[in-house]
């Protein structure tokens, strides 16, 4: 079968409207000024105008006609990657004016299902000259899938040019049950110029960086026990983070393993009491303060399991810090993951809330999304109809085969990462831009601050690298009104030496913006 395509746009910050696969092809609406609307950051790909032919075809899926739709796409069963191809027979597709493809999916199953989106150049094979993305889709729920030129699952500086787009595909990855999803659109976005209207909404303009510029006080209280992962906090610690100029600590804590496993689920007094402490002498420092629950694997493993478990462990860290000042800050929970999908989270979340609210009913609370607090999720997290004291937060380690080059708890596969550098190359520092600011059109078009919870280069890459990436990466989020977090004072990701009792300077100040 064969169609045609034109470019058009939309008002940005909108989705775009649905086109129609008829019997004749795909068609749709076209606008009459194209190349204002595309001056806008988006357009529409596959259109009836003519412009360009285009093949589609399907492998190991079936693809049918629906109203209010480009198409539906069923696959069955399969430990492969059955696919939707569109196949450019003619001029490629020029996309050069662009960042990043998207598709508008929705999953109406009763499952989750792994979409990903491709771009590919002619003649190229495997990795050269192709861009992939992935995201999972939670059930009974909309998407989208964003692939930006020159990546691969994250790794940057992939070769591609995206002026001469031969193919792009949509794929769902190993369903493990007959799957269906229904294909909205497919668009070509303008990250650089969609901040540009985000920059002149009136939410952006009232926002200031959450948190301001803060550190992790990582590897200690959400291990397994303080001081299995470094050493353990001293005043010192935090007389040197003040003194240094941060403004907030964020602390992870893993309240999982010091509490009991039958109900009522007491947290360990002796515990608590430690919690409090690093909580008071934080704040007697003038630092803003986030603890968490941090590192429950029971709950990400068995979320049904341990969901009464988690909701009582919040009621008593809730009932401990009642008294303290909104300089205190939680968040609900570090990193949802693994088979707690976003569906699950979402329902936990909902149920938290109300307890954590009973007695904090003013207080700032931050949640992240699923999926590792990826920014890719933030499309999935449900926030309730009242958004007051409300924060989203994100995690960034991208691209991640520098920034966890030679971690150990990642196996061998990051050993072949060693050598990985970061210099700040103009594909690298679009690729940043890029990311954050879909975090920041996450933020404005839901009216919710966010917040850079983690991000950090660990100790195997070299410190020129880390220092360029970190300091890139802080005040690209700062410019975008983004608090921020490095990961984390004094281990593997350090800006602190605890045996040499010094800073790593260069991170410190790259942080800190001097």
């Known amino acids: 079968m064969f169609v045609r395509t034109t470019d058009v746009g939309l008002r940005p910050l909108r989705w775009l409207p649905a086109v129609m696969l008829a019997a004749i092809g795909i068609v749709g609406a076209s606008l009459s000024d194209a190349s204002a609307q595309t001056a806008l950051g988006e357009k529409v790909l596959f259109r009836e105008s003519p412009l360009t032919d285009i093949q589609i075809t399907s492998q190991d899926a079936k693809i049918e006609p629906v ?3 480009l198409m539906k796409v069923t696959v069955s069963p399969s430990n492969g990657y059955p696919n939707v191809q569109w196949n450019v027979t003619g001029t490629p597709l020029r996309l050069d004016a662009f960042d990043a493809l998207e598709a508008e999916v929705f999953n109406p199953g009763n499952e989750p299902v792994k979409v990903v989106l491709t771009a590919r150049n002619p003649g190229s094979s495997g990795r050269d000259g192709s861009s992939a993305a992935a ?5 009974n729920s909309s998407g989208v899938i964003r692939v930006a030129f020159g990546t691969w699952h994250g790794q940057t500086d992939v070769p591609v040019d995206a002026a001469r787009i031969q193919s792009v595909a949509v794929i769902i990855e190993k369903p493990t049950q007959e799957s269906s999803i229904t294909i909205q659109s497919i668009r070509a976005v303008s990250e650089s110029r969609l901040l540009e209207q985000l920059k002149t909404t009136e939410f952006f303009q009232n926002q200031t960086p959450f948190f301001g510029r803060g550190v992790n006080i990582g590897n200690t209280l959400e291990a397994p026990r303080e001081g299995d992962w470094g050493p353990r906090l001293e005043a010192k610690h935090l007389d040197l983070i003040q003194q240094a100029g941060f403004d907030s600590v964020r602390v992870p804590v893993r309240w999982s393993t010091h509490a ?23 704040l007697r420092r003038d630092l803003k303060v986030m603890i968490n629950i941090h590192h429950y694997e029971g709950l990400y493993a068995n979320p049904e399991q341990h969901h009464d478990r988690f909701l009582e462990l919040w009621c008593q860290i809730a009932n401990e810090f009642d008294d303290a000042p909104p300089a205190l800050v939680f968040e609900v929970l570090n990193e949802p993951h693994e088979n707690l999908d976003a569906g699950k989270w979402n329902r936990l979340l909902a149920d938290a809330l109300p307890i954590i609210r009973e007695k904090h009913p003013t207080r700032t609370i931050v949640v992240g999304p699923a999926n590792f607090n990826s920014i890719d999720a933030l499309q999935f997290l449900k926030f309730p109809e009242d958004r007051q004291n409300l924060v989203a937060t994100f995690h960034y380690y991208s691209p991640f085969q520098f920034t966890h080059q030679d971690a150990g708890w990642l196996g061998d596969e990051s050993k072949q990462w060693k050598g990985t550098t970061w210099t700040g190359t103009p594909e690298q520092q679009k690729a940043v831009r890029n990311d954050l600011d879909r975090a920041l059109r996450w933020s404005v078009e839901n009216k919710v601050p966010v917040y850079l919870g983690e991000f950090g280069a660990y100790q ?8 360029q990436w970190t300091r890139f990466v802080a005040d690209e989020a700062i410019e975008r009104r983004i608090g921020i977090a490095y990961w984390e004072f004094y281990s593997g990701f350090g800006i602190y030496d605890p045996k040499q009792q010094q800073w790593h300077e260069g991170l410190r100040d790259a942080i800190l913006g001097k």
């Open 135 to 139: 995201a999972t889709v939670p059930p």
């Open 260 to 282: 009991s496993n039958t109900a009522p689920y007491t947290i360990s007094p002796t515990f608590m009491k430690r919690v409090r402490w690093v909580v008071d002498e934080a």
């Open 460 to 467: 195997a890459a070299d410190m020129e690298s880390r220092i």
């Open 67 to 69: 109203p209010n739709a």
